[in-house]
């Protein structure tokens, strides 16, 4: 089907599909701590509209619970929780600078081309109008997988992990309308205590090595 | 016959309405900035006491240097000339694509920076070294937003691709978003406008167009300025163009004319608004910040161009 005869939800979710893949590019690239959380949480909103605007368009209204999810953890609670601990942990002005940011970019481009070529058999199999998405979502994926590469600051890590998270669940939306609730829910909460288990951390490190360079962790002390 | 005649018509409205944009802006600004401001059309006074004034030339001065404003200029108006405004199908229009377009900003750009260069003082190099930074930065952006655009709606040529989003019913393209956001950044950048020059700044560190054109006075000065003046208009017409088409004339009747010639007007009154509220709102960047700004310019076009592929084309 052309895509000019789509309806205009479905040309909408495409359109905030892109979109989402745009902020990912946009965590890549940000380097302070604070505005790559909000970043994030941007992710996470438009993530919800596409959820809803899916369950809407397809009748399928457990995919609103989905969406519920989405927003409670990934646009309020995530980003709160690690805000909070930026804060606690002073370190809320810091910069990280990342080396050879244009490299990274591009990248990040080919990337999303090699995700391309990955996912066009597989788009074969769907026959949902969205199934082009699949590409998209396996870039966010592997952005986020990027991003976990090139940062050495442990919150940004942690950002770049739940941001692969959200690849995942946004390619079960599009490609299958969701997983099983059982399964949806059971990553929900491991990714809740997978952010609590992270601020734990943070606070080893820190303790431990005096920062949250994870760079540090490379050296060993006992010499001096 | 006709169509020659209007599309003289239509450029000449562009050189006249030119001041006008950029005193609207600067007035808008003014009143955002709780200042008394003079009126939108103080650049029409201020061109005509500079046309009427006579020209200081510098010793060193090179012929470049007396011929760039002439070259500037009227490479603008061409580019201006090409830019469906009111109506599209005018000839002018139809002998020259966007490319072209590009390329007559180019010149216009090359003959600058040569004057600003040609008599030797420090400041004038400076503005030019960085005028071409900016554009060869700029101008890979702008080209990749193009071509996004180009592969929907199977043209080059602007009066046609305007056509062709006039004649669909509304469509939303993931790749125009990203090309509009792209584009919207390179006009900025392009025109010298808040993040990337102040166009308000004389005899700072941190001018671009001011510093290439200080050493210009008299009826080259206006020319220089006019040149500028033109370059905001013609962006803001082809930002319009392509992004909100609607209530362009389609053919050459005269009330379609009247209702373009209206529409064309309320959408630079509209950008002229949010443009003077985006230069309140923000701070000019440091100069060495500029690759990052167009680096997001490019990487949005270029998601636009990816994005294009991976979700319109079945």
Redesign the interface.
Known sequence: ????QLP?AE??I??L???I??TS?LLL?QTRIVSLIHTFAWQGVLLFLTTCLMAQSSGRYHLYISAGLTLALKVFFIPWQLRRLVIRLNIRRDIENVGG??MI?IAG?AL??FS?YVALPIRELSELATR??I??SLAVILLGMLMLITRRKAVSQVVGFMSMENGLFFAAVVSTYGMPMVVELGIAFDVLVAVILFGIFFFQIKAGIGSLDVDHLNRLHEVD | MNGWILAIAQTILLLLCAPLMTGWVRWVKCKLQSRQGAPPWQPYRDLFKLFKKEVVLAESASPIFRVAPYIVFSATVLAGSIVPMVAIGLPTSAIADVIVLVGFFALGRFFLALAGMDVGTAFGGMGSSREMTIASLAEPAMLMGIFTMAMTVHSTNLASMTRYLLEQPLQLYPSFVFSAMGLLLVAVAETGRIPIDNPATHLELTMVHEAMILEYTGRHLALMEWGAMLKLMIYGILLGDLFLPWGIADNLAPVALLIGLVSVFLKLFLLGISLAIMETGLAKMRFFRTPQYLGLAFILCLLGMLSHVILEIN
Do not use: E, K, P, R
Request: charged share 0%.
């Open positions: 089907m052309n895509y000019a205009l040309q909408l495409l359109t599909a892109a979109m893949l745009f590019f690239a940011s244009s970019m481009g999303v081309i391309y082009n998405t590409a998209i």
